[in-house]
């Protein structure tokens, strides 16, 4: 069975940096687009991030560019959401998703675009 496992999440203060990680199992995350979402209490899951396969390009929310950088180690089969410069409204549950479909990130945000979820991993910006 397809797995994705996230880590990385935890407690940083405001103007700070966190990494989270992506694990695949299964599968190589190199063959297919993946993204990374995130769900805050009372509001909308939301994309912030997505990595094609086809031609290494990456495609930013508006919320997070400038800010979060995604990558991927072909050879730990792990795709990375660097996150600098936090602020309290990053707080939230990030989720990584893949597209077993298609090698270039979709054209929307929406969350049934992506086939395969992790389980999160909380990420709490507070002083």
């Known amino acids: 069975q397809v797995q994705l496992v996230e880590s990385g999440g935890g407690l940083v203060q405001p103007g700070g940096s966190l990494r989270l990680s992506c694990a695949a199992a299964?599968?190589?995350?190199?063959?297919?687009?993946v993204g990374w979402f995130r769900h805050a209490p009372g509001k909308e899951r939301e994309g912030g991030a997505c990595l094609s396969s086809s031609d290494g390009s990456s495609v930013y929310t508006d919320s997070v560019k400038g800010r979060f950088t995604i990558s991927r180690d072909n050879a730990k089969n792990t795709v990375y959401l660097q996150m600098n410069s936090l602020k309290p409204g990053d707080t939230a549950v990030y989720y990584c998703?893949?597209?077993?479909?298609?090698?270039?990130?979709?054209?929307?945000?929406?969350?049934?675009?992506?086939?395969?979820w992790g389980p999160g991993t909380q990420v709490t910006v507070s002083s």
């Open positions: 998703a893949a597209n077993t479909m298609r090698r270039l990130c979709p054209t929307s945000w929406l969350t049934h675009e992506y086939n395969y």
């Open positions: 299964r599968f190589i995350l190199d063959y297919y687009a």
